[in-house]
């Protein structure tokens, strides 16, 4: 493995350590910096709240770590980004569409319904799917069109093995941060009891 690649995970393992560590105490310090309520509806909100924030540091990392990987100019940046941020929603949005079609499907094959209502689900889906690709094909030959021929080598490799990288990675973090935190995310709590 080249230096360079080797600075690069070492960056990234330790911007990922720091991300678990730092969620968990972010965690422990909105469960114990506000006064205990009664109701639920803010835990979760405490608890939304830190996923938002665990969801939006990922994602800068993530765009660092692509940024870093792609070698992207300042210029480059600037006009990437925003076209990157806009996949990443796409993405999520079908994501979430996928899931209520989905939901939708199984209802229909579990109930007794007509044959319109059945194909109207089938029309639905392959709606959401066709508009999600078409969609995607925007973006990616938008994204591409900035982009060097070796850098989208790179960008196609990147969004091929992130996900993968990223879960062994914090897999592997999780198991060694657990350990060494739980005393001090405890002694934390205790103290603000």
Do not use: C
Not at 102 to 108: D, E, G, N, S, T
């Amino acid at each position: 493995m080249s230096r360079q690649k080797r600075l690069l995970w070492i960056t990234i393992t330790v911007g990922v350590a720091a991300l678990l560590i730092f969620i968990p105490l972010r965690a422990a310090d909105l469960r114990s910096s506000d006064q205990p309520t009664a109701t639920e509806s803010i835990s979760t909100q405490k608890t939304d709240t830190a996923k938002t924030h665990t969801v939006e540091l990922l994602e800068l990392l993530r765009i660092w770590m692509l940024a870093r990987e792609l070698e992207l100019s300042k210029e480059q940046m600037i006009q990437f980004t925003p076209l990157f941020e806009e996949l990443q929603r796409v993405k999520d949005r079908f994501r979430e569409d996928r899931r209520t079609i989905m939901a939708q499907l199984q209802k229909v094959s579990n109930l007794p319904t007509d044959e319109e209502e059945e194909l109207a689900v089938l029309k639905a889906r392959k709606d959401v799917e066709n508009k999600y690709w078409q969609e995607v094909q925007r973006l990616t030959g938008e994204l591409n069109s900035q982009l060097t021929p070796r850098q989208q080598i790179k960008f196609a490799l990147f969004n091929d093995t992130y996900r993968q990288k990223m879960r062994q990675l914090i897999a592997s973090l999780r198991q060694v941060g657990e350990a060494n935190q739980k005393p001090y995310i405890d002694k934390i709590i205790e103290q603000n009891r």
